[in-house]
């Protein structure tokens, strides 16, 4: 059914014929698809009567010269013609399908989101699906795709200073010096050369003073000492030190402001005794730090490299999240004044804010768009174009105003990985990758959260979904909240269901036991669920209520409560 040249460049986008229909895909990008589409548009009424069932053999006694006549066609031999989206961007057509090409049969895989299965908003509420068309996915399953899903960190050189903590190196570290850097005392006392049967007992004369400050030190010979303070340079021939303490102070010299003679009381003086040889603490050459190491904001780490004078590391970058509110109810949650019927102050964004901060990530705020599909794709537009991760809220329910999975698919071009999780709170969580171009002309991966409206479901989805990518996207393994066991401290009901994530404050007992007391109700609207909860116990879905003492998970969100 394909025909030659100007006509043959059907072949990229006619698929095929299926019983008496032609398909014609075209590529994902508008430009694409106009530029295919305008290509055969003039010979699709020949493919039409073709695949209807027209004698071919009548149909074409003409030749090809005459069928391009018919059709208003020149033959070119396709040099000048569109090539489509295959040449112009080096790789075949995006958007995860594959054609058989020039083949007569439609041979075709799908990813998810290579074509939209959103509702259509442009059509209005009578058109709106009223089952949700993406697959129900398990807590893992979603997480698994969030890992597949989410770019390799990349890396970038940093300064050794308090703004390190939290990064994570991109690189093993080395000791280019050693610490210490010279021979020091560990105590304040006298640098001595221990004679051989290790006996200092006895009264010998202060010959120097050495003291924790840069300078020469003069040799020091057996039978003297020099008075010496911690951290200070050993003169060259002393073997130990003597700790003040055990020592007399004999003589003074004439003025009185001078020690002269010490006695020491020490009878069996080791050699090497006090003293913090070369590189004893850290040996040039030796590795201090591996990549994959986080810099702790608790200081060991910045120490380490401070003590062996690393000025810059290479880190992973840490992405920039934007927190965006969606909804024509929502005002800002300072607004002055009493609410309107139906106004709903912004819980989620300062809530998100916050968060994203304090898991040590920069954070745009996006404020509050509105229920208009325009609108809604101008924010996340601008917002793709500064922000690494966006993170929306609402909008990702079943009404005809949910607008976030179409404006992501249809407007944005954006690939949804899912769209529903079993789980409770957080069920119509929504992950998508979208690709843009970064400000030096590369095509990059953004990633977008579209996660559900109500605040103790943002707050939960935020930490289950969105700290796992923010964790793999900054280098910090492993990703995600940590994990630990704990005990039940009263009964608690479970979902019969879903999975539910149930807001608790986890604390130590006595015995060193992890207990967790529920939070209270666990209505998705309510955020006072969240106040106070330091962890999410994963509950599984089940008939009867977990019993007091019974072992569960929990993801701890913050430090533990001490009794
Ligand atoms: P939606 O998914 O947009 O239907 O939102 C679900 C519920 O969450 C509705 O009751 C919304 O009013 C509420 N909601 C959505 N966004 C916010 C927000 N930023 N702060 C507080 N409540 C919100
Ligand atoms: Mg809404």
């Given at each position: 059914m394909i025909l030659m040249s100007q006509v043959a460049m059907m072949s990229r986008p006619v698929a095929g014929v299926r019983n008496k229909t032609v398909i014609v895909t075209l590529p994902g990008s508008p430009k694409g698809a106009k530029e295919n589409l305008e290509a055969i548009i003039k010979t699709l009424p020949h493919a039409c009567q073709q695949a209807a069932g027209a004698d071919s053999r009548a149909l074409h006694s003409g030749g090809v010269k005459k069928l391009e006549q018919e059709a208003g066609v020149t033959s070119t031999h396709g040099t000048s013609q569109p090539q489509g989206h295959q040449d112009r961007h080096g790789h075949s057509h995006s958007h995860g399908h594959d054609h058989g090409h020039g083949h007569g049969a439609l041979v075709r895989h799908t990813k998810p989101g290579a074509f939209p299965i959103s509702n259509d908003p442009a059509r209005g509420p009578t058109w709106r699906r009223r089952e949700s068309p993406y697959p129900m996915l398990s807590v893992d399953e979603a997480l698994a795709l969030i890992q597949e899903n989410t770019p390799k960190p990349s890396v970038v050189t940093r300064r050794v200073n308090a703004d390190l903590a939290g990064a994570v190196l991109a690189e093993d570290v080395g000791a280019g010096e050693d610490v210490p850097a010279f021979r020091a005392s560990i105590v304040d006392g006298y640098a001595v050369v221990v004679p051989k049967d290790g006996n200092m007992t006895g009264v010998l004369p202060v010959v120097a003073v050495s003291h924790a400050a840069p300078g020469k030190v003069k040799p020091l010979k057996e039978g003297e000492i020099a008075r010496i303070t911690t951290g200070a340079p050993l003169p060259p021939g002393a073997t130990s030190v003597i700790m003040v303490?055990?020592?007399?102070?004999k003589t003074k010299t004439s003025d009185g402001t001078e020690e002269k003679e010490i006695q020491i009381l020490a009878s069996d003086v080791k050699e090497g005794e006090n003293i913090r040889e070369v590189g004893s603490d850290i040996k040039k050459g030796t590795t201090i730090l591996r990549r994959g190491d986080q810099i702790s904001a608790v200081g060991g780490e910045i120490g380490l490299l401070a003590a062996v004078g690393v000025a810059e590391v290479e880190v992973f970058s840490r992405p920039v999240l934007g927190v965006l509110s969606t909804g024509d109810e929502i005002v800002n949650h300072d607004r002055p004044g009493a609410l309107q019927m139906g106004e709903v102050r912004d819980t989620n964004r300062p809530t998100l804010v916050s968060a994203g901060q304090e898991w040590g990530y920069r954070v745009v705020d996006l404020g509050v768009a509105t229920d208009k599909p325009e609108r809604l794709e101008e924010t996340l537009r601008d917002a793709l174009r500064h922000v690494d991760v966006v993170i929306t809220t609402g909008g990702?329910?079943?009404?005809?105003?949910?607008l976030l999975k179409p404006t992501i698919e249809?407007?944005?071009?954006?690939?949804?990985?899912?769209?529903?999780?079993?789980?409770?709170?957080?069920?119509p969580t929504t992950f998508a990758t979208v690709t843009v171009k970064n400000n030096n002309g590369e095509r990059v991966t953004k990633l977008i959260f579209s996660l559900p409206g109500n605040p103790a479901s943002a707050l939960v989805t935020f930490h289950l979904f969105v700290l796992p990518a923010l964790h793999l996207l900054s280098g910090v393994s492993p990703p995600g909240l940590p994990r630990v066991p704990v005990k039940l401290a009263h009964a608690f009901p479970l979902d019969k269901a879903r999975p539910e994530y149930h807001r608790a404050v986890i604390s130590v007992g006595g015995d060193g036991a992890l207990s967790a007391v529920s939070t209270g109700g666990?209505?998705?609207?309510?955020?006072?669920?969240?106040?106070?909860?330091?962890a999410l116990l994963c509950l599984p879905a089940g008939p009867e209520p977990l019993s007091q003492g019974a072992r569960v998970d929990a993801l701890l969100m913050g430090p533990i409560h001490t009794n």
């Open positions: 303490e055990d020592t007399i102070l990702v329910s079943m009404g005809e105003l949910d249809r407007a944005l071009g954006g690939t949804i990985h899912f769209g529903r999780v079993a789980m409770k709170p957080g069920k666990q209505r998705s609207s309510k955020v006072g669920s969240m106040k106070g909860a330091n």
